[in-house]
Structures are given as structure tokens and as C-alpha cells.
């Protein structure tokens, strides 16, 4: 009989916003693609702010089901609040009304597994003190270096990792702070990391120009802004490149209207929101990406880039230690030697092996070494 796996994202794709918690969909599909009964259960709060007329159906829908081989999705669209108890009290109460109905068709999920311990980490914990459901928390969120979190919020955190039967960090970095906060045993499990990434990659043309890529969220802890003023730097000084950037945001108008100012237009390009296929086809026309985030807890687009071949520009954020070295990209410290490390490699670029590259990440992040990971995991538990 397979084993029945409940997820309850506290991130999740949609139609509005189909690379959120994308690192949850993989999830989803690896255990779906390896004879597990998956159901998902997403509680999206979704900001006034982002609310678009597009969107606003989905609010006089009760919830939104979709159903696909092994997996079934289920999305309660609701305004969010910034009265953190009351999402607590929603999420539990909507979530609890689910496992009812779940449990009456189905039987008792095997497990859970939650992604942020805020606020399903705490749902979680309210079922299994209801209904004896074994819980395990993967922790993605950088809000624990960022400040983002008050204090009754990471008393919730706590008390969720306290009770969870298992915690996952995605990096060896988010762990070190983790084990600050909870004495439950904590497993370093990355990110998956999609077939597309594994292609051979497209043998390069000849450029007159190098070409950069960074693929992020326009915010300012991405630090795009900075990024883009290097290469206004280095225009001034007559180097050659081309930048293109994938991602919208907050930030978008500010970089935007720099370019423009100052005569960019031709060197750097803002593509918007692409899907992984599409990410997976740039980086074969891609010399170099680059990370020059403050903090990463995992850098998915990091491990896309080196799989394909595509040695990456890496400023210190923290989670990308766990896997980026010299024999597959550039780590750098500062902005400094960001800017250093760039020109150098419009002037002289070093030599990568890309089959060892490709295997690196194949062996660490791809679906089969993940599952392997999770299969000896949850066999501790159910």
C-alpha cells in the first residue's frame, strides 16, 4: 500500500505567481514520481497589495482542486492579515476542516510535511497533539538572518520545531542557525534541482561579447541595484557584455529607470518572470551567472547554472558554500571583488569541466539522490 504524504506549503506555484515555492512543486512531483500518495494542501494569504483583478475570482471559489497522477492539489485562496494569531487560527481551523474529510475517504495521512515552520509548522503541530500525525519541517526561509520574524512569531517557530518527529534545513548554514532554536534532529537536504538542468548543454557560438545572467526577485536583499551600477562601471570603461536579467519585484521601476538614464538599454535587458524551461534555454546562451544576493539559504539558480556547465559568479550569501567550489565557480567576498572577478572574466576567462559540473550537482540535488535521502528518513518515522 503506498504511503500517504500530506504537504502543507506555506509557499506554492499558481497561476498568479507560478514560481512561488516552486522548490515545493519538485518536491511534490519527486515523491508523487516514486510511489508515494501525495495530497497538497495550501492556505495562499495572498496581500491586498497583490491584488489584481486577474486574481480576484479566486476568491468566491471555496477552493481550487487539481488532480494529476499520485498527486492532488487543493488552494483556498484568502486575503491575508497582519494579525499573525489570526492566520494561525485560520490556517489551523481550514487545514483541520481538510484532514477531516481527508481522513473520512482516505484513512490517517502516514505523514506530514510542512515547508516553513511559519505558520504551517504550527498547524502541523496542532494536528499531531489532535490526531497523532507524525510531522516533519523543511526550512527554506531566510527570514531567520534577515530579521523578518518577531518575537511571537519565532516562539511559534520554536515550539513547532520542538514538537516536529524531524526538521529539514536546506543548507548546512540554515542548520547552524536552526540548532540555536530546537533540539529536534535537524538533516541537511538541498533543494531539487529539474531534469531540464541535466541536458547537454548547447555548444557555444562565437560572441563578440560575454553574456551575464542573474535570476532573482527584484527586492533589495537581492542587491540588483548594486549589481547594475558594476556594470555601468565597467560600460564606462569600455568592456564589452551583455546582462540579462530574469525577475520582477519592488525594485523593478527603480532598476529599470537607471538604465535608462543611463544608456544601458543595449547592454542590460530585464526579461521578466521565465518558467524553468525557458531559464534552462538561456543558460545555454549564457558565458556566466551571477549571485550577489546578502543571504541565501540554498541558491537553486546557483546549482541550475554549474549542472549546466555554466560556471557562476557567487558572492558570499551563505547556503551556496554547501556546494559551490573553485572547480566549478567564482566565489567572492565583496563587491569588490565581484567587480574584479567580473572583468577578469571578460578579459581571460578560466577553463571548466562541464561533465564534472553536470555530475556534481546530478549526485547532490537531482530526484534520484534527493528521494534516496527522503525514503531513509521517513522510514525512521512511519
Known sequence: MKKKILI????????????????TKDQTNMFANNGYDVTVFYNYFISLKKLKFSNLGNFFITNKIKKFKNTIEITNYLFSTYFHFLKLKLDYYLTKKFINSYILKKGKPDLIICHFAFPTGNTAKKIFEEYNIPYIIVEHSTGYFTGVYNHYQIKVIKSALNYSTSVVAVSSFLKKKLMKMTTTKISTIGNIVEKNFFLNRKKNIFKKKKI????????KKKQIMKLVKIFKELRDENIKFKLNIIGTGPEYKNIIDYIKLNNLEKNITIMGVKNKKQISKMLDKTDNLISCSKVETFGITIAESIAKGVPPIVLNSGGPTDFINLSNSYPVNSFNELKNKIKSVIEKPRSFN?????????NKFSEKALIKKYNMLIKEII
Open 8 to 23: 502543507l506549503p506555506a509557499e506554492y506555484p499558481t497561476n498568479d505567481n507560478p514560481l512561488g515555492g516552486i522548490f
Open 354 to 362: 562541464k561533465k564534472k559540473m553536470n555530475n556534481f550537482i546530478f
Open 212 to 219: 551575464f545572467l542573474i535570476i532573482s526577485e527584484l527586492v
